[in-house]
């Protein structure tokens, strides 16, 4: 369920929650007002009060970030999400998945991502929730 949008970036989280990704900041959904405005919170809660509204596919920040964007994240959510699709809908074993979502990245956003084998035990999660093991 990943989408692109001029800079903003849906995704969701492992938690199946939904993920918006804006100009280097995480966003996740804090609550539905009317029928086309989303407003949504910094991924980091407890120590960020950062905040934007989205209208259509329109973003305007009401509160600002106290920590600098990641640039790697969209890249990682990405991966993230292709892993999660393509252990969902195919039956490649789980280390060809692994090299698929992974193989265009760069060192720094390598780095960004968990360990392989937390990785794979995702993938095979995701293959169980599917009924694709």
């Not at 999660?84 to 956003?109: F, G, K």
Request: net charge positive; proline share 4%.
């Amino acid at each position: 369920m990943a989408a692109q949008t001029d800079g903003i970036h849906l995704s969701t989280t492992k938690k199946k929650k939904r993920l918006l990704i804006h100009e280097g900041f995480s966003y996740t959904k804090d609550k539905d007002e009317l029928q086309d405005t989303t407003y949504w919170r910094c991924e980091r809660r407890g120590e960020c009060k950062g905040r934007c509204k989205t209208v259509r596919d329109d973003v305007f920040k009401t509160v600002p970030h106290c920590h600098p964007p990641d640039a790697t994240r969209v890249t990682v959510e990405k991966a993230k999400e292709e892993l999660r699709t393509r252990a969902a809908t195919t039956i490649e074993p789980t280390i060809a998945v692994l090299r698929a979502a992974t193989n265009d990245m760069s060192a720094d956003c390598l780095s960004s991502l968990p360990k392989a084998s937390s990785l794979k035990k995702s993938i095979q999660r995701e293959r169980l929730a599917a009924g694709n093991q």
